[in-house]
């Protein structure tokens, strides 16, 4: 689908002897990446494409390896395609337009072709379905050279890092929720979740509204009235009293939360002592 | 009382300084606003008749005082605080547009959640997200005081 990325007459090197990967490579890379410069340039260069672009071509290299190197930073990589020479920019701009999650392959040059502009707009395209769920896996052509594939595990687009980002905080937020909501941990997927959440939410809300009602016939009845309102204000404290301590009991039976088994005492102590 | 008294004292008391979990801080507030309010509305029983939006203005008004450092309980109390006789109704049902894409369901939910978070059609996605999770807690803590609460005075 892609023409290849790299072969015979994309490698024109200015000066054939001076291969060292420290040479061409001078910022720190992972081994995959290494493998895979090194893998390309050990092919035989082939002198095809002698052209005045082999200046360029090394500073190809170089500005790649620096779109590259800078990966791990994204930050670095976004600057370096903004002050990236044109030649360059198309190969680094391959790189910015491919999103994380798609699969590389890493090669010595890519866009050592003269013009080296074709590439640019097919990236884009795929790099604007980086949406999407699948991934483009790039077709592996028998070569000369070993084709290394390297994952990347960072998105390299401005944009896509933020979504990306904000991805990850709503699907935290998300497990979070399944933890404190009861059955949620079973049920897979963002939808049904939510699902739960809703109905619980909904489930909780009616039970307030329900008891609110039972307070009500509670509250008016007969034969609670003066229960409620023979306390004289100064005595208000000892009824907050005796329901705390009703509701903390209720509690831990209910939750059976064995964490802070002293605030029940702490508590109980601090009222009487104010009785007594 | 005093049998009380005298076996709470034989309780053992931990020496640790009073760590108060924030639901038991909730409750503490809650009854303390809700137990009075209900008193009030008991005494004022002879001049006016107590109705249900009452009782349940009551409740949420407990409920959002003392939930003052979310969002949503400050939301819900301006809400009440604004002299509307609004009813609550927890089960709104609004028609919204079905899209068959799978992110469209999810949107809808997240925008029925919106609607049962007081205050959650002003927050965007992940402010929500976070409310939500202590706005269901504190319903749970106010569930259970109202069912003490009913209990105790039955």
């Known amino acids: ?276 | 009382m005093e049998r009380q008294i005298i076996s709470k004292k034989k309780q053992v008391f931990s020496v640790e300084p009073t760590k108060l979990s924030p639901s038991e801080v909730f409750t503490r507030k809650y009854t303390s606003h809700l137990v009075p309010a209900l008193k009030k509305l008991n005494m004022d029983k002879n001049s006016s008749q107590i109705n249900q939006v009452t009782v349940k203005h009551e409740v949420d008004m407990a409920l959002a005082l003392s939930a003052q450092e979310f969002a949503w309980g400050r939301f819900l109390l301006q809400k009440l605080s604004s002299a509307d006789s609004k009813s609550s109704s927890s089960n709104q049902t609004q028609i919204l547009e079905r899209s068959n894409d799978e992110d469209g369901e999810i949107e809808e939910k997240m925008k029925e959640l919106q609607e049962l978070l007081p205050g959650g059609k002003e927050m965007n996605v992940e402010e929500m997200l976070s409310e939500i999770g202590n706005y269901i807690k504190y319903l749970e803590l106010q569930t259970s005081a109202l069912k003490t609460i009913v209990q105790d005075t039955t």
């Open chain 1, 1 to 276: 689908m892609d023409p290849p990325l790299v072969n015979d007459s994309s490698f024109s090197p200015a000066n054939p002897s001076s291969y060292t990967l420290s040479e061409i490579w001078p910022f720190p890379v992972n081994d995959a990446v290494r493998s895979g410069l090194r893998l390309a340039v050990n092919s035989t260069p082939s002198d095809k494409d002698v052209s005045t672009a082999a200046a360029a071509e090394e500073s190809t290299v170089t500005d790649l390896t620096a779109g590259w190197g800078g990966r791990k930073g994204r930050a670095l990589n976004s600057e370096e395609d903004e002050s990236s020479k044109m030649v360059s920019l198309s190969s680094s701009g391959n790189e910015v337009k491919d999103s994380g999650d798609k699969k590389r392959k890493f090669c010595g040059s890519e866009s050592g072709n003269g013009d080296g502009s074709i590439r640019p707009e097919g990236e884009t395209s795929s790099g604007g379905g980086s949406k999407a769920t699948e991934q483009k896996n790039k077709p592996e052509p028998p070569k000369d050279y070993i084709h290394v594939r390297a994952r990347r595990g960072q998105a390299t687009d401005r944009h896509s890092l933020a979504e990306r980002a904000r991805r990850e905080k709503i699907s935290e937020k998300m497990t979070a929720l399944q933890d404190i909501i009861p059955g949620c941990n079973k049920i897979i997927g963002k939808a049904l979740v939510l699902d739960e959440i809703i109905n619980y939410i909904q489930s909780l809300q009616r039970q307030v509204e329900f008891l609110s009602m039972k307070l009500e016939v509670v509250n008016s009845g007969p034969s609670t009235g003066p229960t409620i309102g023979v306390f004289p204000t100064g005595d208000l404290g000892t009824l907050p009293i005796d329901l705390h301590r009703n509701i903390y009991e209720q509690q831990e039976a209910n939750e059976s939360r064995g964490s802070h088994p002293e605030w029940l005492h702490m508590q109980v102590d601090g009222s009487f002592n104010r009785t007594t």
